[in-house]
């Protein structure tokens, strides 16, 4: 099974809006994270006095959407609309296939984060992937804090597949 | 003698069961004040709120709050009980090494009793909570817990043969006044496997 990519070609170097992350860098999320990694179970008051900076893998936690909206927003952006084009086409399950991650200096505490999203590529025609047939998307996302500053730029490799191909044990 | 069905003569010895007299001391001893694994915040409250699809103002609109009689954002009162529960760290002792973060509290003292006299499975069946004021956002919520009371005798229950207790939670905030009053009831019955056996997996 294969689609007509042009549409998709189009979006190709297109950028989002700015993204808002829905809370700035914060010391209970810090917290809550080096408790669950088993890093650090200091009491929430020492975390409080002691803690300026944030752990770079949060980033990618505060930049993730609400898990519920009670006024859901459509596929507006233009990664949005090239992965809906490919769900439409039968590729409906996405997996993030590749991450690089580049950190440029560590998050303040308070710092208010923003990301934009733009369209690195897409394969040309179906590739296999572990998971299946499907499309790979490349999308490079730039972070940024309040003042405009870029603090992190990421690649990700996302793949849409139709269905996800489990490989049978024996 | 039991008769063809297993079944006992109505004036055969009562057979041996917890003696009440074990757990009486504990009952109606709160234990000490302990403190919060975490001040109410902000981001909890949004994402329970997020989980509960709670969409009142007062608990995520900055601005809508500080207008409001409370002057600032509220954290729903369901809430209060989450920051009693304990670290991942102080559940892992419990449930896989058996060490309590509190030992010398009345409910663990009281389980301990009754895991040894072999109700060794549990069940949480019941939880009330009454309110006394609102919850608000940069509280520290200080909660102190006891048992109210327990059967004095078995019930037959769906989970096998067991007895009923509950637990008094009450909740203060860093002014010393009382936010919440809390019930928990549960269920400890002679299980066929032991519960800490079942949560090591």
Known sequence: MTMDISAVNGLVGQESARIPTRHPANIPDIRHWCEVIRED??????????????PPALLMVWAMPALWSAEP?????????????????????????????KFLRPLKIGERLSYQVRIAGVSQGEVVTAAGPGYELELHYTFRNQDGEVVSEQTCRRAQVARLAVKKRH | MANKFGV???????????DYAKIAPL???QSPRHLPHDRVTEVDVDRWCQVMRDTNPLYTDEEYAKKSPWGGLLAPSGMVHVFALGTMKAAIDQFVHGKCEFPDDPNVKLNLV????????????AQRQQHFRRLRVGDEIHWTLGIARLSDYDHLTRQGVGRKYQMLYQFYNQNDELLCNQSFDVLVYRAPMSTRRLYAG
């Open chain 1, 41 to 54: 179970n200091r009491s929430y008051q020492l975390f409080e006095r002691d803690t300026v900076k944030a």
């Open chain 1, 73 to 101: 927003k459509g596929a507006t952006e233009p990664h949005e609309r090239a992965i809906r084009m490919l769900e439409d086409a039968g590729y409906g399950v996405g997996l993030t296939i590749a991450l690089e991650q």
């Open chain 2, 8 to 18: 006992l003569p109505f004036n055969s010895p009562l057979e041996p069961t917890m």
């Open chain 2, 114 to 125: 009754v895991e040894q006299e072999g109700y060794t499975g549990v069940m949480a069946t």
């Open chain 2, 27 to 29: 009952i109606g001893v």
